[in-house]
């Protein structure tokens, strides 16, 4: 079994910076592909950052390259998600996924999920 807990949503102003956690417990590294998802209100889940269970390969949406990194400590069971010049159609929740491999994460498709965490861009 695998939790995930997410953190570090908020409000903030255009242009401006977010570091999202998700601490997760059970064997996750190296057992799953981790990433982030994210919806907002009258669309649907959208891919947003993941990478490979081995942690080599990462990959982002078309829409957030460059200005969001995930990363993770595996000392601490941690995936982070950097958002960096921010923009009011990031807003959303955005929820931390697990799943068998990033391409299927890309697909939405994904074994475990947290209860997100809500990030507003006001302009």
């Known amino acids: 079994q695998v939790q995930l807990v997410e953190s570090g949503g908020g409000l903030v102003q255009a242009a401006g910076s977010l570091r999202l956690s998700c601490a997760a417990s059970?064997?996750?590294?190296?057992?799953?592909?981790m990433g982030w998802l994210r919806q907002a209100p009258t669309k649907e889940r959208e891919f947003v950052a993941g990478?490979?269970?081995?942690?080599?390969?990462?990959d982002y949406a078309p829409s957030v390259k460059g200005r969001f990194t995930i990363s993770r400590d595996n000392a601490r069971n941690t995936v982070y998600l950097q958002m960096n010049s921010l923009k009011p159609e990031d807003t959303a929740v955005y929820y931390c996924?697990?799943?068998?491999?990033?391409?299927?994460?890309?697909?939405?498709?994904?074994?475990?999920w947290g209860q997100g965490t809500q990030v507003t861009v006001s302009s």
């Open positions: 059970g064997r996750t590294f190296g057992s799953y592909a």
């Open positions: 996924a697990a799943g068998g491999s990033l391409s299927r994460l890309r697909d939405l498709v994904y074994d475990y």
């Open positions: 990478f490979s269970r081995s942690g080599g390969v990462t």
